[in-house]
């Protein structure tokens, strides 16, 4: 008699991670929900972070999706670049993870496009973010190419 296959139990810690990164992808969602007049004409002086003195902070949770969404596009490890922008800034002014790309990509705006949000438009989206990183044993946001570049090594 043939053992009858036992059901596979969930990974606890897979099982949080898919729910903290369903919530940050919820976080984005709700933003780009939200009505704002400013429009993103993809200049990419943001992505320049030399040029700007700026460089997005992620959550944990942003950069394990930023890490996810670079892998997804074939590469196996982060980018570097020797010029002050982005690592993830294609040649040809691309993200190379746009649609994944993190929330401080997402509301800062150059002054073309409206200027950036304000911190009280989106405290709340901010709040849920550092939630999601103390979920995932995060300690706080961290400066874009490192944050990816760690996630990318585990």
């Known amino acids: 008699m043939i053992p009858p296959k036992r059901a596979r139990l ?32 993809r200049r990419t002086e943001c992505c320049h972070f030399k040029l700007t003195g700026r460089t997005p902070q992620l959550t944990k949770g942003e950069a394990v999706l930023a890490a996810r969404a ?48 304000s911190r009280a438009e989106v405290v709340d989206l901010i709040r849920r973010l550092e939630a999601v990183d103390a979920r995932l044993g995060g300690t706080g946001p961290r400066a874009l190419p490192a944050a990816v570049r760690d996630e990318m090594s585990r």
């Open 70 to 117: 670079l892998r997804a596009s074939g590469r196996k490890a982060m980018p570097t670049r020797d010029d002050g922008a982005c690592p993830l800034l294609r040649e040809n002014g691309a993200c190379m993870i746009y649609l994944d790309r993190p929330f401080g990509c997402r509301t800062h705006f150059c002054a073309a496009a409206g200027g950036p949000y």
């Open 10 to 41: 969930p990974n606890p810690a897979e099982t949080l991670r898919r729910a903290a990164l369903d919530e940050v992808r919820a976080v984005y969602r709700e933003l780009e929900s939200r009505p704002v007049e400013r429009a993103c004409i």
